[in-house]
């Protein structure tokens, strides 16, 4: 059975995509620890980062790195983290959180929960910007 990732970025589960080409996939995460908190992924379903090849690996990078330039024009804050932990959905995916502090990347906080609205202009906005 195909992980929710894939199902989202197939289309099959709505999200707040801000994203897209080919083989990957960015979209909002809908528990963010910091608006503006975006999940991006390969559509192929792996697991594991690592266990991509170094192509394929490049080309996640380099696509996450587009899409944190966009969230960095739309959303103020001092950078862009990034982190990948990969524990909870097995299917590989980048987080890029808009970050003022070191505190807005903790993982282990409550997190978020915004209304439908914001949600919508936020994806709107980081989708605007993506180059």
Known sequence: MASIFSRIAAGEIPSYKVAEDENHFAFLDINPVHPGHVLVIPKKEVDYIFDL?????AALMLFAKRVAKAIKEAIPCRKVGVTVIGLDVPHTHVHLVPIDKGEDM??????????EKEMAEIARNISDKFE
């Open 106 to 115: 903790n993982f282990c906080a409550p997190k978020l929960t915004l209304p």
């Open 53 to 57: 090849s170094d192509d394929e690996y």
